[in-house]
């Protein structure tokens, strides 16, 4: 059976940084790409980190790029978003999502190509 759970979550000030973990079991976590998500109340889902098993290849959107950081431990079963700088708009819930390629494929912040959700994690930032 497959399960994803995210934890780390919280509420930081302004500046601050969080590391969120998503503890995985019943898949082999090296043969997935990996990717975290979140929701804002009242906008849609957006994709924020996807990580490509094997080639260890990540990539980020643009609002996030240079502050957040997805890694993963294989040995562990963990996907990780350690998240530095935090701003307001980054309150959310965050979410991972395990991949049906092993590769972040073109349009991974979608969603639609992930098969596999945890319950999400909050994450508020505000002074």
């Known amino acids: 059976q497959v399960q994803l759970v995210e934890s780390g979550g919280g509420w930081v000030q302004p500046g601050g940084s969080l590391r969120l973990s998503c503890a995985t079991s019943?898949?082999?976590?090296?043969?997935?790409?990996m990717s975290w998500y979140r929701q804002a109340p009242g906008k849609e889902r957006e994709g924020v980190a996807c990580?490509?098993?094997?080639?260890?290849?990540?990539y980020y959107t643009d609002s996030v790029s240079g502050r957040f950081t997805v890694s993963r431990d294989n040995a562990k079963n963990t996907l990780y978003l350690q998240m530095n700088n935090l701003k307001p708009e980054d309150t959310a819930v965050y979410y991972c999502?395990?991949?049906?390629?092993?590769?972040?494929?073109?349009?991974?912040?979608?969603?639609?190509?992930?098969?596999?959700w945890g319950q999400g994690t909050q994450v508020t930032v505000s002074p």
């Open positions: 019943g898949f082999t976590l090296d043969w997935h790409a």
């Open positions: 999502a395990r991949g049906q390629a092993n590769i972040c494929t073109r349009g991974w912040d979608g969603g639609s190509d992930f098969d596999s």
């Open positions: 990580s490509s098993g094997h080639t260890g290849n990540t």
